[in-house]
């Protein structure tokens, strides 16, 4: 066989893997189309279910919840931005499924049964950080913002009296939607820590040693992560680098679960090297003390 053939010959399953690529990124874009759509004709209850909490911090104020359009346009592009949101989240499972058929035929037997089960688990914690940013961050966040309001009043001083300027809220639907949003899309993200370094592990590119001794700047990194996404309470904060810190701790218990069972299977095969791969630590104890 000449050259030329060879090289016609490997370039036809690149164009067919092209070709299959094309088709998934269609599927998955007209089911992100589909979404939107669906989210748009019904954005007001969404939008509704999105301002609960703030209106529950206003109703224990004895504030009216109301959220203003302060640009003629703003309306649609808050129905917009929840289309898009709603429309991603909608079309995440078909979008999922198209990327698990289009590297599930170049994957062996035993790598499909190690790489779906973080394609389930990285939906699931991207909602359940969500669901932890709706219930519990905003809340908090929320009152304390409105804390900072201040009613009319009279001050008397030097036999005079002066009126003080109150401050009440009166917020852009726009700017409160973005806000929730960035609550809700950060935290999905940093739910998926575990996963994210469980599937490193998995792959070799992390140990549960290494990322003890990564601990004090894993520290450092949340703790700047907790300042970006979250408002400048005290409380919020801490409750963010709290949970953060707890899945990166979960984190290094998985991985060092991979080890142990990679060791197993190595030791069983008669392929394990004490020597070359070492010892697997399973507990967080140095194994030198």
């Not at 010959?9 to 269609?26: K, N, Q, Y």
């Not at 499909?112 to 991207?126: D, E, I, Q, R, T």
């Not at 549960?208 to 894993?218: M, S």
Request: with cysteine.
């Amino acid at each position: 066989m000449s050259a030329a053939d060879e090289l016609e010959d490997s370039a036809a399953p690149l164009i067919e893997h092209l070709t299959e690529l094309r088709s998934r990124l269609i599927r998955s874009l007209l089911a992100f189309i589909v979404g939107m759509v669906i989210c748009f004709m019904v954005w007001n209850p969404i939008f509704n279910f999105l301002t609960l909490p703030l209106c529950d911090a206003l109703a224990s104020r004895g504030q009216s919840c109301d959220l203003q359009f302060i640009a003629l346009e703003e309306g649609f592009f808050v129905a917009i931005s929840i289309s898009l949101l709603g429309g991603l989240l909608l079309s995440f499972p078909m979008i999922s499924y198209q990327l698990w058929r289009f590297v599930a035929p170049g994957l062996y037997k035993n790598e499909k049964g190690a790489f779906l089960p973080f394609l389930v688990a990285s939906p699931f914690m991207f909602f359940l950080g969500a669901a932890f940013a709706y219930y519990v961050i905003t809340p908090l966040a929320f009152g304390f913002f409105l804390g900072f309001q201040q009613e009319n009043m009279l001050l008397e001083g030097d036999g005079a009296t002066t009126a003080a300027a109150g401050i009440l809220f009166q917020g852009s639907a726009k700017a409160y939607l973005n806000l929730t949003i960035k609550f809700i899309v950060a935290f999905g993200l940093c739910f998926q820590l575990p996963v994210l370094l469980t599937l490193m592990g998995k792959a070799g590119l992390v140990s549960a040693r290494g990322l003890r001794g990564t601990r004090k700047y894993a520290v450092v990194g949340i703790l700047i992560v907790a300042a970006l996404a979250t408002p400048p309470d005290v409380i919020s904060q801490v409750i963010l680098f709290v949970v953060v810190y707890g899945l990166y701790e979960i984190s290094i218990q998985l991985v060092a679960r991979v080890e142990r069972k990679r060791e197993a299977k190595l030791r069983a095969e008669g392929l394990w090297d004490d020597d070359l791969h070492g010892d697997t630590v399973a507990d967080d104890e140095d194994p030198k003390a």
